[in-house]
T-cell receptor, first 119, second 114 residues
Framework: DTAVSQTPKYLVTQMGNDKSIKCEQN?????MYWYKQDSKKFLKIMFS???????INETVPNRFSPKSPDKAHLNLHINSLELGDSAVYFC??????????????????FGPGTRLTVL | AQSVTQLDSHVSVSEGTPVLLRCNYS??????LFWYVQHPNKGLQLLLK??????LVKGINGFEAEFKKSETSFHLTKPSAHMSDAAEYFC????????????FGTGTRLKVLA
């Protein structure tokens, strides 16, 4: 009955490789997010999708490409991995508000995180 | 633009003593405010949220926070710390209209001493 799940939990890879992280939520939410947590525990949003449509795209290198095949899934693909990509990546989801857009009162539910290590 | 400042990067308390984790926010509009907890190697769990209703908000595990507009603060408190409270705590701000993007504070690591 996991609400937001991510796979894999750990990912160790070489520089220059391409990798994907998968996220699924079974909460029936319409909005999903990707966050990056650096080594100092600082969390920053990367992307957000609402009903499979990209609504937030922070200043993230275009080597990062989110893909949302349906409302319950938001995957993150990373090309040409660099050392600086090493971090913990969190997926999250939330309900949308009355206007059909994410509503700020609605809390986000987070997945357990994927620790990416680039060697 | 909105922002959030967590005033202490580390807080140590003895088990059974009160906890105070400080958070100040900056926002041009009415904010929504949240506190999340992250235990080691785990995801984030919501402790409580303020959404312009009662200014004193009660959350899970005995935590509460008070929204003080005049001080632009949303400090997290607990009367008596438990060993299981040791974790990283994040204060989050978002606007009540327009952008719903979470802005995270830099986190406060709470250590509970036996």
């Amino acid at each position: 009955d996991t609400a937001v799940s991510q796979t894999p939990k750990y990912l160790v890879t070489q520089m220059g490789n391409d990798k994907s992280i998968k996220c699924e939520q079974n909460l029936g939410h319409d909005t999903m997010y990707w966050y990056k947590q650096d080594s100092k525990k600082f969390l920053k949003i990367m992307f957000s999708y609402n009903n499979k449509e990209l609504i937030i795209n922070e200043t993230v290198p275009n080597r990062f490409s989110p893909k949302s095949p349906d409302k319950a899934h938001l995957n993150l693909h990373i090309n040409s991995l660099e050392l600086g990509d090493s971090a913990v990546y969190f997926c999250a989801s939330s309900r949308e508000g009355l206007a059909g857009a994410p509503f700020s009162y609605n809390e986000q539910f987070f997945g357990p995180g994927t620790r990416l290590t680039v060697l | 633009a909105q922002s959030v400042t967590q005033l202490d990067s580390h807080v140590s308390v003895s088990e059974g003593t009160p906890v105070l984790l400080r958070c100040n926010y900056s926002s041009s509009y009415s904010p929504s405010l949240f506190w999340y907890v992250q235990h080691p190697n785990k995801g984030l769990q919501l402790l409580l949220k303020y959404t312009s209703a009662a200014t004193l908000v009660k959350g899970i595990n005995g935590f509460e926070a008070e929204f003080k507009k005049s001080e632009t603060s949303f400090h997290l408190t607990k009367p008596s710390a438990h060993m299981s409270d040791a974790a990283e705590y994040f204060c989050v701000v978002t606007l009540t209209s327009g952008t719903y993007k979470y802005i995270f504070g830099t986190g406060t690591r709470l250590k509970v001493l036996a």
